[in-house]
Structure formats: structure tokens, C-alpha cells
């Protein structure tokens, strides 16, 4: 551990807790706090997840710092994650963990629990934050969705991302099949989803599922570089633009034109505000 990166200090979780999880939280101490990284730490395993995984991710979101701005989501080891625990499907389930849910509870109870595992992955797009995903390896499934779920990814050379539910019988059910359609459109996502071929980097950089592609050893350098980047941007408006962004899609060009106005507007009286905070010493 570096100096200046202090171990879980204020995450909802303890360190029991999160090596349960297969997870790691580590929060900047030299940028007071807004820097902060969620590693997938069961490099053994191909960092594979668990339900203990979404659910630590889920109180990890809950908890997180208001200092925080930049989350950076990483994988230890080779891989970026290989995905759900696949011993999940045996009769002997992952040792020391309880079923992900109960098969049999009514419609209604496995909707809330698909809900709480999803909530894993949907505070990444709060628009206080920039979630940045550094990707190494695979990146399987719910390890793919997750990657999908930050503002901006980050590939190692090696990347090979892969959605492989169909192939299991399931669906995208961890927030990734929007960010999918939004980037790549609902042709390629099918051909994606429904052969689960793996894409490598150069492709995901020409599908625009990356932002960067830079050589596995550069990879951390590239994300610390990327971080300064965008902690040197003004925090208000980092969370403004991010929350405008995130609505173009979806809006017509008057509402987008309006939200621009309600948020320039937002943005001009925080500046008069701090201009006169100044000016008063
Ligand atoms: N679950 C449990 N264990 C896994 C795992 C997984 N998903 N992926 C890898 N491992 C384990 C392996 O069993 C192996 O364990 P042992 O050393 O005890 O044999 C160890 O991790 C290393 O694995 P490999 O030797 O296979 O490592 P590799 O670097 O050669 O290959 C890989 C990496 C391509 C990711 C390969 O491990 C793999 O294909 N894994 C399975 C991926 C998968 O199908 N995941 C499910 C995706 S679907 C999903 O995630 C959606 C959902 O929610 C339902």
C-alpha cells in the first residue's frame, strides 16, 4: 500500500466484511478523500463474484464519502473479474455463502432481490462522482456489467470483454444492457449478447466501449493521469455537466436546451457566490 491511500476508512463496511465480499476499498488520504478505488480481490478465483460481492458493493455506494469524487473500479490479478461465481449453479452452492436467493420465493421477492443486487452497480452513475473502470484481462459477465456501469473505461491491451449470460440461460440483469444499447445499438448488442464472443480491446475501443487503450503495464499510470485530469475540473461543475450529459439521450433538443439553461444558471450563481465569498476575504 502506498503512502497516502488509507485501507477502508470510511466505507460501511469492515475489513471482514469486504474479504467476504472479495472486495477491497481504499480511500486517497493526499487528495483528502476524493479519490477513492473498489478492487475486486479474489485474484484467485478470477476475482468471480458472489451475491456477498453485489450486496458489499451496494453498502460500499451506500457509505461512500462525501469527499468522494472520483471512484476508480479495479480488478487485482490478471483479470479484470470473471464473473458470477460459477460453483453459484452446483448443489453445493459457494462455500460459505448463502444462495443468492431462493428460486422458489414469489416473483415479487426475486425482483427485490435482483433490485438490491443492481443497486451494486447503479450508484457508480451518481452524478456527484465519475466512476472510471480500469480493465485488465477478462471481463465476464456481471464482470463486463460492471464495467459497463462507469462514466468512462479504461482497457489494458489484453482486455476481453464477454457477455456470457445467454450462453448460461440467463439475461443482463446487473445494469448492463442499457449502457450496452446506448454505446454499441441494439444490433450489435445482440450479436454480442447472443453469440457471448469475447470483443479485445482494439474492438471495444472501435465500438467506443473503451475510452483508452494503452499497454497493461500503463495501465495504472493512465487511470492516475485520467484522475488528476478530472479532480482539476471545479466540482460543481463536474456534477452538473455530468447530470446534463446523462439526460441528452433521452431528451428532445428543447428539453436539453432548458436543462442547459437550468444548469448554467445553477453554475453562475455558485460562481457569483464564490466571487463574493473571495472579495470578502
Ligand atoms: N467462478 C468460479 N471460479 C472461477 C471463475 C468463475 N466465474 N472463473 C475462473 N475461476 C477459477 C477457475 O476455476 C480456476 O480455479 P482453480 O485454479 O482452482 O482451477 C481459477 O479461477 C483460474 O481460472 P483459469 O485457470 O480458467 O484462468 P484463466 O486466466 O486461464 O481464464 C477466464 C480466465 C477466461 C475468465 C476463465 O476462468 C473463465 O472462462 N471463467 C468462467 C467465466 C464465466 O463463464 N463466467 C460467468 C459469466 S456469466 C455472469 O457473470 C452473469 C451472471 O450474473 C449470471
Not at 33 to 52: D, K, Q, W
Not at 118 to 133: D, F, K, T
Not at 204 to 221: H, I, K
Request: net charge negative; with cysteine; glycine share 10%.
Amino acid at each position: 500500500m502506498s503512502e497516502g491511500v488509507s485501507k477502508e476508512r470510511g466505507v460501511g463496511l469492515g475489513t471482514e466484511e469486504l474479504a467476504k465480499a472479495g472486495l477491497k476499498f481504499e480511500l486517497d488520504s493526499i487528495s483528502e478523500g476524493a479519490v477513492a478505488t473498489v478492487t475486486l480481490n479474489r485474484p484467485e478465483r478470477r476475482n468471480a463474484m458472489t451475491g456477498s460481492t453485489w450486496r458489499g458493493l451496494a453498502r460500499i455506494g451506500q457509505s461512500l464519502p462525501e469527499s468522494v469524487r472520483v471512484v476508480i473500479v479495479r480488478g487485482e490479478g490478471p483479470s479484470f473479474s470473471a464473473g458470477i461465481d460459477l460453483r453459484t449453479f452446483t448443489p453445493e452452492g459457494v462455500p460459505g455463502e448463502p444462495p443468492i436467493m431462493r428460486t422458489d420465493g414469489t416473483d415479487a421477492e426475486l425482483d427485490a432481490g435482483i433490485k438490491a443486487l443492481q443497486a451494486g452497480y447503479l450508484w457508480l452513475r451518481r452524478p456527484g462522482i465519475v466512476s472510471v473502470a480500469a480493465v485488465q484481462g477478462h471481463a465476464v459477465g456481471a464482470g463486463f456489467q460492471l464495467a459497463l456501469a462507469c462514466d468512462i473505461r479504461i482497457l489494458a491491451d489484453d482486455a476481453q470483454l464477454c457477455m456470457k449470460e445467454p450462453a448460461l440461460g440467463l439475461v443482463p440483469d446487473l445494469t448492463g444492457s442499457k449502457p450496452l444499447v446506448d454505446i454499441v445499438g441494439v444490433n450489435r448488442a445482440l450479436e454480442l449478447c447472443l453469440t457471448a464472443r469475447s470483443i479485445g480491446a482494439e474492438e471495444a475501443y472501435r465500438l467506443l466501449l473503451a475510452e483508452l487503450v494503452v499497454p497493461a503495464a500503463s495501465l495504472d499510470g493512465t487511470v492516475a493521469d485520467l484522475v488528476a485530469a478530472l479532480l482539476a475540473v471545479d466540482r460543481g461543475a463536474a456534477t452538473a455537466t455530468k447530470a446534463l450529459l446523462q439526460q441528452a439521450r433521452e431528451n428532445t433538443l428543447e428539453q436539453q436546451a432548458a436543462a442547459e439553461r437550468a444548469a448554467q444558471i445553477g453554475r453562475l450563481r455558485a460562481l457569483a457566490a464564490a466571487a463574493r465569498a473571495t472579495a470578502a476575504g
